[in-house]
């Protein structure tokens, strides 16, 4: 059964950091892109950032230069460093892996992240 499980929200002053987690189990960690959405209240979820097949990355504009997309194969682990954190980006936080070439897509349960003072 796959199982992917995000920690690391919270609340937080603007201009603050959090770092988001996400375990996975019952994959090939490896074989998947791993990805972080999100999804703010009365808004479409939206990708934040991602790596792409060629293991680079991909970020929305909003959060370039702020935001780290991370992974560690070894520990079947993606992060995301969240630095100079904007009320804007209070919304839940979603993992997401998808593997290449398949139909094979699967959501973590979200994380909550508001940032507010």
């Known amino acids: 059964q796959v199982q992917l499980v995000e920690s690391g929200g919270g609340l937080v002053q603007p201009g603050g950091s959090l770092r988001l987690s996400c375990a996975a189990s019952?994959?090939?960690?490896?074989?998947?892109?791993m990805g972080w959405y999100r999804q703010a209240p009365g808004k479409e979820r939206e990708l934040v950032a991602r790596?792409?097949?060629?293991?680079?990355?991909n970020y929305a504009d909003s959060v370039k230069g702020r935001f780290t997309i991370s992974r560690d194969n070894a520990k079947n682990t993606v992060y995301l460093q969240m630095n100079s954190l904007k009320p804007e980006d209070t919304a839940v936080y979603y993992c997401?892996?998808?593997?290449?070439?398949?139909?094979?897509?699967?959501w973590g349960q979200g994380t909550q992240v508001t940032v507010s003072s």
């Open positions: 997401n892996a998808n593997r290449p070439y398949s139909s094979r897509d699967y």
């Open positions: 019952g994959i090939i960690f490896s074989n998947y892109r």
């Open positions: 790596f792409t097949s060629g293991g680079s990355t």
